[in-house]
């Protein structure tokens, strides 16, 4: 186990402007246990960290790291996500990088049933309520969670997810994001931004099936 | 006599005023009345008891009598059994619902095994009544007899299915009205509405611990466990009932909706086990799967049943092994190949998993299970994309320390590398500038030139196997994966050490062989051989090895040996063909 690594800069030069945040948190992230980065939200991508930590978030995580001495130890999930870590190089090769692949049009299409408020629109990480019923083409409904409807479920509350960060299908994140709330769509997915090749035999979804969606937008937070 | 005992008490209590009877006669009571009963007299109790004139005296002490009763009826005499109902009947009318719920309770708790079934079978219905005789402040106590009823039918003996399946039946009718109750409170805002929906939520988590874990769910041979299939069926639907959403209740620590105060209640609440179990139950054998929406995500759906997998395959039950194996299985096949994304991997849980399976299928006994965890480990190789997958194998051989598990990834890593040099799949992960890392990882020996390469036998073989597919595969022209590159660095890190290491075994055993042999010669003539070591398993000394087994095993590693030189030497020869 490395020895306890050296306090390298002192207040002021962590105050000062010529010290970038990058080289901080690679710092950190070099010497850190995981469960301090983890807490400080300083763990992932350098440059993801670096935009979203200000400098006197990463100071103030500095001085902690001294203080509380919470280097890398010798626990094993820690080694081992340093080990994952360590394949991580700053300096990869442009051709890495992966770029923003132009996937062709989008794979559904929608149509507004009645009209939202044309004002509150969800951003990503919103958790939104919706009631919806999900049909195949041949009409079979597969799911809902409409009370009147749905006479197995109790439920008598929308569903609530967070948009956007590929909780459910493809085809639902990217519909949902243009919806203004209280808007009701008819929203067709094909089945690349659904359940794809697979399909979802234990839900009666067979493969490579385009599925149809009435959804109604009612809360978004 | 016992009778005239009972009149004496009775006659004295009646003129005692406002209920101010005293300790002894409370026992006197108690003692000449069951004597009665158990003598067979429960007649002469009966007219006692319905007596308008002692209506005092029977609400105060009438409950003591439960157990004598309990235990006669249990017993089904004939002619004991209809005045001894009628007393009981009585009883549960007229006492007060608290005594008498205790000494129902005393008697469920003191039942043995082996009448288990039937003490609770025949107390579920006087229990309900009682219960529903405290009217809407019932939470507590019905709480305290779930929990009883249910710690009681976990000691059902194991053989006892049908048995269980009775209580579970009985269980399910118990529970009825209360959960009728529950649902059409759901939203009163009264505090003892609210307990009386947490006392359910309780029974349900409690019971998808006990019984709901400990068995095996379905078993091939027996059909009689359907009765299991429509209890956790009930169950389920008893949670949806109250209130509790599916996918809150699964993907909890991810949606973090519940901010129920205190650390305690959380757990008590929403016990991982049990929890662990509801995911099992639903996606493995689709138990309300029709209450779950199908939109979310199998990404999503993989990310929650982590936590539960990292639970139950971190256990050595064969029940949670099984389970945890099945609903791993389950989430990655609903899941596209290729298609994991390398960020995954930042999640404690996609690593302390395959950490797990590698202790299941490298420790545990049942072969059944090493088996399958086998398969499963192979399958999330497979869900990754190709950086996924490099590091993930890379994490893999830096941490398994194992032999039979390192082989597994190293023969993984050839067929990315295979996979990789045909056209079209071009990446920087099992060819160019990153692959040269995990190769030299791969192309080296453990402990040098005195690995034991018995031992690390599936781990060098898989490696040669790789270097011999590298030099044939990859022209020294193209050099796709760099191996030619550090050819030289191979040699001296690698082929030389093992090397040396195979000809210090060869001889080492070599040596043991002759020593073998001398020591059959021995035998043979009748000398006593000294054992150097003694084996022991279980307490139990095992035999020593005959000499004949000895040079048996040791021809082997002989055989072995020339096996791995065999590949070093065709590698040997590749490098020397090269211009």
Not at chain 2, 34 to 59: A, F, P, Q, T, Y
Not at chain 2, 223 to 243: M, N, P, W
Not at chain 2, 381 to 397: P, Q, V
Not at chain 2, 558 to 569: A, C
């Amino acid at each position: 186990m490395a020895a306890e690594p050296t306090r390298e800069w002192s207040d002021e030069q962590l105050n000062n402007d010529d010290l970038a945040k990058k080289d901080i948190i690679t710092f950190i992230q070099d010497n850190a246990a995981h469960s301090f980065l983890s807490e400080h939200k300083l763990l992932g991508n350098l440059k993801n960290v670096a935009k979203t930590a200000k400098k006197e978030q990463l100071i103030v995580a500095y001085n902690q790291l001294f203080e509380t001495k919470r280097f890398k130890g010798d626990e094993s999930v820690e080694e081992v996500t340093q080990n994952v870590k360590d394949v991580k190089i700053d300096d990869k090769p442009k051709e890495e990088k992966v770029e923003a692949v132009y996937e062709g049009p989008p794979k559904y299409t929608k149509s507004v049933l009645k009209k939202g408020d044309k004002v509150h629109f969800p951003k990503k990480g919103d958790t939104i309520g919706c009631w919806y019923t999900g049909t195949l083409e041949d009409g079979t409904v597969f799911d809902t969670n409409i009370p009147a409807v749905a006479r197995k479920k109790r439920q008598t509350k929308p569903l609530l997810f967070k948009v956007g960060l590929g909780r459910v299908i493809r085809g639902w994140d990217e519909a949902l994001l243009t919806m203004s709330k209280g808007e009701t769509a008819q929203v067709e997915i094909e089945s690349e931004w659904a359940y794809g090749r697979k399909g979802l035999p234990d839900n009666k979804i067979p493969p490579h099936a385009k599925l149809n969606f009435e959804i109604e937008l009612v809360s978004i937070d | 006599m016992a009778v005239d005992q009972l009149s004496d008490i009775v006659q004295r209590c009646q003129t005692i005023q406002d209920d101010l009877y005293t300790p002894e006669d409370y026992d006197l009571f108690q003692c000449a009345a069951r004597k009665c009963i158990e003598e067979g007299d429960s007649v002469h109790v009966l007219s006692i008891i319905v007596d308008e004139k002692n209506k005092h005296i029977v609400r105060c002490m009438g409950w003591n009598l439960v157990g004598p009763l309990v235990l006669v009826l249990l017993k089904n005499e004939e002619n004991s059994v209809s005045p001894s109902r009628a007393i009981f009947s009585h009883l549960l009318e007229i006492c007060s619902p608290k005594e008498l719920l205790v000494s129902l309770l005393e008697q469920v708790e003191a039942a043995e095994p082996d009448v288990i079934r039937d003490t609770v079978m025949f107390l579920l219905q006087p229990l309900q009544k009682v219960l529903l005789n405290f009217g809407r402040k019932k939470a507590t106590f019905l709480g305290m007899t779930l929990s009883t009823l249910l710690n009681q039918i976990a000691r059902l003996p194991q053989e006892d299915t049908a048995g269980l399946g009775q209580c579970c039946s009985g269980l399910l009718c118990f529970v009825k009205p209360f959960v009728e109750e529950a649902k059409d409170t759901r939203n009163s805002g009264v505090a003892h509405d609210e307990e009386l929906r947490t006392e359910m939520l309780k029974f349900c988590m409690m019971s998808l611990r006990d019984p709901l874990l400990g068995l095996q769910f379905t078993d091939p041979d027996q059909q009689d466990k359907s009765f299991l299939c429509e209890f956790a069926t009930e169950i389920l639907a008893i949670l949806s009932g109250i209130g509790e959403s599916l996918p809150e209740l699964l993907c909890h620590e991810l949606l973090k909706k519940h901010e129920v105060p205190g650390f305690l209640e959380e757990e008590v609440r929403y016990p991982k086990e049990s929890l662990a179990n509801l995911a099992y139950l639903l996606f493995v054998h689709h138990i309300a799967m029709e209450t779950f929406p199908v939109v979310l995500s199998p990404v999503f759906i993989l990310q929650c049943n982590m936590e539960h997998i990292e639970l139950l395959l971190s256990r050595t039950e064969e029940s949670h092994l099984q389970r945890g194996l099945d609903l791993y299985e389950k989430s990655l096949v609903r899941v596209e190949d290729n298609s994991l994304s390398v960020e995954l991997l930042e999640i404690k849980t996609f690593i302390s998993v395959p950490q797990n399976l590698v202790k299941v299928m490298t420790l545990c006994p049942v072969h059944r299970l090493r088996s399958k965890g086998l398969a499963v480990f192979q399958l999330s190789i497979n869900k990754f994309n190709t950086e996924g997958k490099y590091k993930f194998l890379r994490c893999m051989l830096k941490t398994s320390h194992h032999s039979g598990v390192e082989g597994v990834i190293i023969k993984n890593i050839k067929n990315q590398v295979d996979l990789s040099l045909r056209p079209g799949n071009k990446n920087v992960w099992f060819q160019g500038i990153h692959f040269l890392p995990l190769l030299r990882l791969v192309l080296s020996l453990p402990q040098g030139p005195e690995t034991d390469l018995l031992q690390n036998l599936d781990r060098i073989m898989e490696s040669l196997n790789l270097l011999r597919y590298l030099l044939i595969r990859d022209k020294e022209s193209d050099n796709e994966t760099g191996v030619w590159l550090e050819l030289q660095a191979f040699n001296d890190s690698f082929m030389t050490p093992l090397r040396l290491d195979l000809n210090m075994s060869k001889a080492h055993y070599q040596a043991e062989l002759s020593n073998a042999g001398v020591k059959k010669k021995n035998a043979n003539r009748g000398c006593d051989s000294e054992s150097v070591c003694t084996v022991s398993v279980g307490n139990e000394n095992l035999p020593n090895l005959t000499p004949e087994v000895q040079i048996q095993a040791l021809h082997s590693a002989l055989f072995t040996f020339e096996l791995i030189e065999s590949v070093l030497v065709r590698i040997e020869e590749i490098i020397e063909a090269k211009p």
